[in-house]
């Protein structure tokens, strides 16, 4: 197994540390290189919560590509022909799969860029073959002023395979003559520090922390508040359509909210209701057309795998009709969400939600504390998803399993507003299986739903004269084989519901959310 690649910081007092090393070791010195080097990462730091580093150094017409492991000292290195926004120009398919294994569906985007000067040295052994590698780089970002900022200087040492004694003895000589100890420092963070930026920690993963005896109100505006924040988080991304999911979470905080607003309604006055749920209402709705083709375009691959080769092939103009009006929709999308009509409805929401109090509570529920509330309607919401999941039979319409999921999400927002509220090791287990029986009833719906949007899309693509018989015939045998999916589907329900509601996980739903208070409440 190959060591690790060790990096240092190079200190003041080591200015001349580049001809010690050439006087002690066998060195031989390449001539120093000028690059451009650029720090990327997904929006949500994927790699950096993964102790990964990414940066791409343009040279002339391609780009070096570099993905460094901190855990192992693992890096990986490739080339592209063009700006990395997505793995699969990297000419790697282990590095562009490591990279994709992490970040998912999520672009690479700039983060921070730095001007390297690199200084490479070799040690040559008696074969004059390569033994070790010691690359000195010399950085520093250039300010919009004009304005220069020296960074770090820094020593990596990068091993070759079979040739442990010359790291040995290198490593050594840094230590014991310069005094130099091995740095975990994070190149990337440091730019990013000294450009006074800092690194997004943004997660889709909902966890506000709520005090017990807060009063209600009070506890779904700060809810409600982190949903504002994460819409407003995603909007750029959506604006400029970097990738697909900025607009998926900001979906997801819409629905948030208005899951908050109409599961408890109670909370707020009536007329804030009346004033809110239709804007958002809204902007649920100006947004699905845009996310359902985004899903469908996701989804091709999977579509043309799941036919012979041949039919896959024949999907080709279907994708080329989804591109089409995928740009169509993100236009207007764009548009709407720059209007005014958007931009007043979160400035009106947003001083509703930082209102320290209000005048007068509407209701009991307002002012009693957010555990009792918690308790209640997590109780009632339960009990409700059990009763209709008991009801379903195999002969029930697919209707009834569509009602089933919607049930299934009111419980799976409500556990998400108040898990704080209760202990992790026990609330962590209801909400992942809930999350199992939630997947499949997902899965359910959108083989459904998409069955159908296939054929508005046959429909359209027929209107534009773009349908080829060949198409035509793909698409048909792609919605047969939704159609013996949705039996699958169905079947698999029965097994994942059985398992949601068995006695132990019944008993545990009632010993965290049931009460007294919460039974008279029902």
Not at 236 to 261: K, N, P, Y
Not at 293 to 321: C, H, M, R
Not at 415 to 440: G, H, W
Request: charged share 25%; proline share 5%.
């Amino acid at each position: 197994m190959i060591a690790k690649i060790q990096q240092y910081t190079i200190p003041e007092t080591c200015l001349h540390l580049e001809n010690a090393l050439i006087q002690a070791f066998p060195l031989e010195q390449q001539s120093p290189r000028r690059l451009h080097r650029l720090y990327k990462d997904t929006f949500d730091g994927r790699l950096y919560k993964k102790n990964y580093l990414f940066w791409q150094d343009t040279c002339e017409s391609f780009y070096d590509i570099f993905l460094h492991n901190f855990d192992t000292g693992e890096r990986l290195q490739s080339t592209a022909r063009e700006d990395v926004i997505w793995p699969e120009v990297i000419e790697s398919s282990a590095l562009g799969r490591k990279i994709q294994a992490i970040t998912k569906i999520r672009a690479l985007m700039p983060q921070i860029s730095v001007s390297v000067r690199q200084h490479i040295l070799h040690y040559l052994g008696g074969n004059e073959k390569t033994q070790l590698r010691l690359i000195i780089e010399y950085s520093q970002l250039m300010r919009p002023d004009g304005s220069i900022i020296p960074l770090d200087k820094r020593l990596w040492v990068l091993p070759v395979r079979g040739y442990e004694k010359p790291l040995k003895a290198v490593t050594r000589y840094l230590k014991r003559v310069h005094g130099l100890r091995l740095s975990q420092d994070n190149p990337f963070l440091h730019a990013m520090s000294a450009a006074g930026q800092a690194l997004s920690c943004y997660s889709n993963t909902f966890q506000v922390a709520l005090d017990p005896e807060m009063p209600t109100d009070q506890a779904f505006k700060h809810i409600l508040l982190n949903c504002l924040e994460n819409m407003e988080k995603n909007e750029t991304g959506v604006i400029e359509r970097v990738d697909s999911e900025f607009l998926h979470d900001l979906r997801v905080s819409v629905r948030r909210t208005r899951a908050l607003l109409s599961q408890i309604p109670e909370a707020f006055p009536i007329k804030v209701l009346n004033q809110f749920e239709p804007g958002f209402a809204w902007v649920g709705k100006i947004t699905g057309p845009l996310r359902d083709l985004d899903v469908y375009l996701l989804k091709f691959d999977d579509y043309q795998q799941a036919l012979p080769v041949t039919e896959g092939e024949n999907l080709i103009p279907l994708k080329s009709f989804l591109v089409r009006h995928q740009k169509i929709e993100q236009k207007k999308l764009a548009r709407r969400l720059q209007s005014g009509r958007y931009q007043q409805l979160k400035s009106a929401w947003r001083k509703f939600l930082e209102k320290k109090d209000m005048k007068k509570p509407p209701s009991a529920v307002a002012l009693q504390t957010v555990k009792r509330t918690a308790d209640e309607y997590v109780w009632q919401a339960y009990k409700k998803l059990l009763k209709r999941g008991q009801v379903i039979s195999s002969e029930c319409p697919d209707t009834k399993l569509h009602r089933l999921r919607i049930s299934g999400k009111k419980v799976r927002y409500l556990l998400e507003f108040f898990q704080t509220l209760y202990p992790s090791a026990r609330i962590q287990p209801l909400m992942k299986q809930l999350k199992k029986l939630q997947d499949v009833l997902g899965d359910f719906q959108d083989l459904s739903v998409q069955a159908h949007a296939l054929q508005q899309f046959e429909s359209q693509m027929e209107e534009e004269r773009q349908l080829t018989p060949e198409t035509a015939n793909a698409i048909a045998l792609l919605i047969q084989q939704f159609d013996a999916r949705l039996e699958q589907q169905r079947m698999a329900f029965f097994n994942q519901f059985e398992a949601f509601s068995e006695a132990a996980l019944q008993a545990e739903f009632k010993a965290l959310f049931h009460s007294a208070e919460g039974e008279s409440a029902a």
